[in-house]
C-alpha cells in the first residue's frame, strides 16, 4: 500500500540562552497544535492495522527542544531538535524534528 501524509504544527514558545564559549545552547518549550491528514490511496486504514480512520486528526502538543548555536555579528546559525509530545494518544505519533536554524540577532 501506499500512504500519502501531512502535519502542520504551530505553537507559543519560550526560550533561554546558556552561553558556551563561542557557543549558544538554546532551551525551549513550545505548546501548540498540530493537524495531521493522511490517506492510504485504494487501501481501507483499518486492513493495514491503522485504528483511527478520521482524516484529518487535530491535537494537542508539547515540545521540548534544545539547539547548539553559533553567534556570528548580525547573525547566528546553528542545529537543533524538538520533541513532539502529542497530547492524545490518537492517530497523531510523538517523535522528533530536526532543525536547521540561520537568524538575524537583534
Known amino acids: 500500500f501506499t500512504a500519502v501524509t501531512s502535519s502542520y504544527s504551530g505553537g507559543f514558545s519560550v526560550g533561554w540562552d546558556?552561553?558556551?564559549?563561542a557557543l549558544l545552547l538554546?532551551?525551549?518549550l513550545r505548546l501548540g497544535v498540530t493537524a495531521m491528514r493522511w490517506d492510504f490511496e485504494g487501501t481501507r486504514s483499518?486492513?493495514?492495522?491503522?485504528e483511527?480512520?478520521?482524516s484529518p486528526s487535530v491535537g494537542l502538543h508539547l515540545a521540548p527542544g534544545?539547539?547548539?548555536l553559533w553567534p556570528h555579528h548580525?547573525?547566528?546559525?546553528g542545529v537543533?531538535?524538538?520533541y513532539l509530545a502529542q497530547a492524545e494518544d490518537g492517530a497523531i505519533p510523538s517523535g522528533f524534528v530536526g532543525k536547521l536554524l540561520i537568524g538575524v540577532r537583534p
Open 18 to 21: 546558556l552561553r558556551l564559549y
Open 26 to 28: 538554546r532551551y525551549t
Open 46 to 50: 483499518n486492513s493495514v492495522g491503522f
Open 52 to 54: 483511527d480512520t478520521s
Open 66 to 68: 534544545v539547539a547548539l
Open 74 to 77: 548580525w547573525f547566528e546559525g
Open 80 to 82: 537543533g531538535f524538538d
